[in-house]
């Protein structure tokens, strides 16, 4: 599905956000147009919603580590922020830039 100035599976800069373009879809579609315009952006954001729900699962149950655990786990976590590619990795991740 596209408008005239962007696609729904592009929420670039400059380009109205995921909400703009749910919205334009709904409203096409209400307006008696295909639902399969609704498919289409499902089909584009369905990927980037299960990464930010697997990433959100991973840090949570790292979080929550039985306190046993836990100085592992920092240890662990103050070597990988030593490590370049770790750090940009997560830094993406975390900042949802890698969803562009």
């Known amino acids: ?3 005239k100035d962007h696609s ?8 109205p956000g995921t909400a703009v373009a749910l919205a334009d879809g709904l409203g096409r579609v209400l307006g008696g147009k295909s639902d399969e315009l609704l498919d289409a952006y499902n089909d584009a954001r369905r ?5 930010v729900l697997r990433l959100t699962d991973w840090l949570t149950r790292l979080a929550t580590l039985p306190s046993a655990l836990r100085p592992a786990r920092n240890a662990a ?10 750090r940009r990795t997560l830094t993406w ?4 830039l890698v969803y562009r």
Do not use: N
């Open 1 to 3: 599905m596209t408008t």
């Open 8 to 15: 729904v599976a592009t929420d670039e800069p400059g380009h």
């Open 47 to 51: 990927p980037m919603a299960q990464q």
């Open 77 to 86: 976590t103050i070597l990988a922020s030593h490590v370049p590619a770790v």
């Open 93 to 96: 991740q975390l900042s949802g």
